[in-house]
């Protein structure tokens, strides 16, 4: 069965957007081959830029009307509410990656990012194309494809020592990271999703494998 036109049109927008949004994995991809203040040089002019633009679009008519003639159809309905005065998704991706690689191990940096950009994207599109169960604010279907896509990114993401219990710490922030983006709560899920999966990974390293340095993966450069 096909979607009324105004659907098809909007989860054409969605597939434009989450297209978009999977070039981001250039950031874990290069951050493993390159030390943290390499990638933290690349990074935080990038978000700078990325959020003078926004704060340009969202405060100064003249670069807000610019802005929306050529990428107004790739922003959500709360990017465009002026009163909401909301920062784009890629901004958000760019502050979280920042954010990680500057406070947080590589290998969980790496992992967390990963897990934003492709499960964020296996649910937004499974689960607007094919959600029929509701689960908290999202669907279940949707939730679904974001774990198993999360395990997936967990299975192939560096590890300290490849030990068994990294892949279950993974898997176990990949589950709770679902939870989070299923919620919808205030914060951007560009934001919420990795730092919920670098902090829990995180705890229960500290936890469950005590003894593992976890900077390992930082001074291999």
């Known amino acids: 069965m096909s979607l ?69 159809f790739l922003l959500r309905s709360h990017e465009q509410n002026e009163r909401g005065r909301r920062l784009t998704g890629a901004t958000y991706v760019l502050l979280a990656a920042t954010l990680l690689v500057f406070f947080f191990p590589k290998v969980i940096a790496i992992t967390a990012i990963s897990v934003l ?56 922030a990949a589950l709770l990271a679902a939870v989070v983006e299923a919620s919808a709560i205030g914060l951007d899920d560009n934001l919420s999703i990795p730092l919920t999966v670098g902090g829990v990974m995180w705890i229960l390293y500290i936890l469950f494998l005590p003894a593992m340095n976890l900077f390992k993966l930082d001074g291999m450069i």
């Open 4 to 72: 009324p036109p105004s659907v098809e049109e909007s989860y054409g927008t969605e597939i434009i957007r989450k297209g978009i949004h999977l070039f981001s994995l250039l950031i874990p991809v290069v951050y493993y081959f390159v030390p943290k203040w390499t990638a933290l040089a690349m990074l935080i002019p990038m978000t700078l830029v990325c959020g003078l633009a926004d704060f340009g679009r969202l405060f100064v008519p003249a670069i807000g009307r610019i802005y929306n003639t050529y990428f107004g």
């Open 117 to 172: 950009i492709i499960s964020d994207t296996s649910a937004a599109l499974v689960g607007r194309r094919f959600g029929k169960h509701r689960f908290m604010r999202k669907s279940l279907e949707g939730a679904g494809a974001f774990f198993v896509s999360g395990l997936l990114v967990v299975a192939l993401a560096p590890k300290v020592e490849y030990a068994p219990a990294e892949y279950l710490i993974g898997a176990a």
